[in-house]
């Protein structure tokens, strides 16, 4: 018995022995595939840094835009950032009104065209084409004594086509309106005038060549009214509500801010069929750091 008894548990030992090294030897092998899988992970994101790298460093030109007043806080810090992140390519931007940027893209003396409005069907009879990249809401500021709070759109309508010439008329003080607004081309006014259906019928008392001399010309004027972007509000101004909305993005996504319009970065033909740095000028745009570029002065984002 004794001698059987060392023989089974020589051959339990055996077994026990065996298990651990099958143990040892899967454990191995999990590590070692593990091990593989992370350093092929580590090449694949090595090999794309590198040829994201190759591609910022082969990019290089420069681009040209003209356009809208309006857009000059937007396309500058896109200009800015882009010319960051491709340290060889030029990005200069000038601002003259959406018609004159769009001319400017149509006859090939620009490569965008910005337009702080839609294009018209003669511009895109012409080849140009509408690329929206963000929405900007246009706000109805007064001076900040003003006591009006809120218009409907048929009060702003009747301020602008001369039909109402006293704040008294509506719910203000006893004091003459004094219209502000933009000269003939500019984007702000032709959207403005469309959306209140006013082509052509405002009464205005000051036309103005820029967003900053309508702002200026409303913050020192008395009993003034103007509009602007969205983006450039400060406290040198009140901003109107509109028939009780605020001009907001919540407002505006929800349809209950009437005064909105598109931001267009207008291209002869498609995007597809420009060159390599306004292709990826575009991507940028559509990319998660355009997305937050376009955020952080103040537009609302669009969908891709």
């Not at 082969?58 to 200009?79: C, H, P, Q, R, Y």
């Not at 219209?179 to 469309?194: I, P």
Request: proline share 2%; hydrophobic share 40%; net charge negative.
């Amino acid at each position: 018995m004794k001698k059987n008894g060392k023989k089974i548990l020589a051959a339990v030992g055996s077994v026990v022995m065996a298990a651990g090294m099958l143990a040892g030897c899967g454990s191995s092998s999990a590590e070692t595939t593990t091990a593989a899988k992370q350093t092929t992970k580590a090449a694949e994101q090595t090999d794309a840094k590198t040829e994201a790298a190759k591609e910022t460093a082969d990019l290089s030109g420069s681009i040209s835009m003209v356009g809208s007043t309006s857009m000059e806080k937007f396309a500058n810090a896109l200009s800015e950032t882009f010319m960051e992140k491709y340290p060889k390519v030029t990005v200069t931007a000038e601002f003259v009104g959406s018609g004159a940027g769009v001319e400017a893209v149509a006859n090939g003396s620009a490569d965008i065209g910005n337009a702080s409005r839609n294009l018209k069907d003669e511009e895109k009879a012409k080849g140009v084409v509408e690329n929206i990249v963000a929405i900007d809401g246009i706000a109805v500021v007064v001076d900040p004594a003003n006591m009006v709070e809120d218009l409907t759109k048929d009060q702003l309508a009747g301020i602008y086509d001369g039909t109402v010439t006293n704040w008294k008329d509506v719910g203000g003080s006893d004091a003459p309106i004094v219209v502000v607004g933009r000269e003939s081309g500019s984007g702000t006014r032709t959207a403005f005038e469309e959306l209140l259906k006013l082509e052509d019928k405002c009464k205005y008392a000051n036309e103005l060549d820029s967003t900053g001399a309508v702002m200026a010309k409303v913050a020192s004027t008395p009993g003034a009214i103007g509009y602007v972007s969205l983006d450039v509000l400060d406290d040198t101004v009140k901003a109107l509500k509109l028939d009780g909305s605020e001009p907001t993005e919540e407002n505006i996504k929800a349809g209950n801010y009437f005064l909105s319009r598109p931001f267009v970065m207008a291209t002869k033909g498609e995007i597809s069929e420009q060159n390599d740095l306004v292709k990826a000028l575009f991507d940028f745009i559509h990319s998660e750091e355009g997305t937050e570029l376009v955020k952080s002065v103040g537009l609302i984002s669009v969908d891709k």
